[in-house]
């Protein structure tokens, strides 16, 4: 019988301008969901959500990012400035295509619309933070 590997759940951190908008964007537009225990504002805190098994966003307020940065000389980017690309698979093209117009309809700003590229299927969105996601077909 083969060995049964486990991996630990990874996380993502990105800053966020507001909880509410942030939330509201992320399940509207990838239909995520936010787990945890309710803070005063009726959302979960810390703001988390499962992308998938492994995976796991966490939206920190800016101010909060900062403190979290400490005296590291770090700074939280300007709005618009991506220092990485957040990729989330989907299945088929026509899946991309219906992510892509769910977000659109959820406030995204859609920077490329789905096309096929050199290297696969995908367009990329950005949440109203600025932050920016290649939404793909799945590639193993």
């Known amino acids: 019988m083969a060995e049964t590997k ?39 805190e810390p703001l988390m959500f499962v992308v998938n098994g492994h995976l796991r966003l966490v939206l920190i307020p800016k101010w ?4 979290v940065l400490g005296e590291s000389g770090h700074a939280v980017a300007e709005p618009r400035v991506a220092e990485c690309l957040l990729r989330l698979g989907q299945e088929s093209d026509d899946a991309v295509r219906a992510l892509v117009d769910r977000a659109r309809a959820a406030g995204a700003d859609v920077v490329s619309e789905p096309a096929q590229q050199g ?7 950005a949440d109203p933070d600025g932050h920016l996601w290649v939404i793909a077909t799945h590639v193993e």
């Open 6 to 44: 486990t991996y630990p759940v990874a996380g993502v951190a990105l800053p966020i301008a507001d909880r509410q908008r942030a939330h509201d964007f992320y399940v509207a537009a990838l239909g995520l969901e936010a787990v945890g225990p309710i803070a005063s504002d009726g959302l979960p």
């Open 64 to 67: 909060g990012f900062n403190h």
């Open 119 to 125: 290297w696969g299927f995908e367009s990329m969105v």
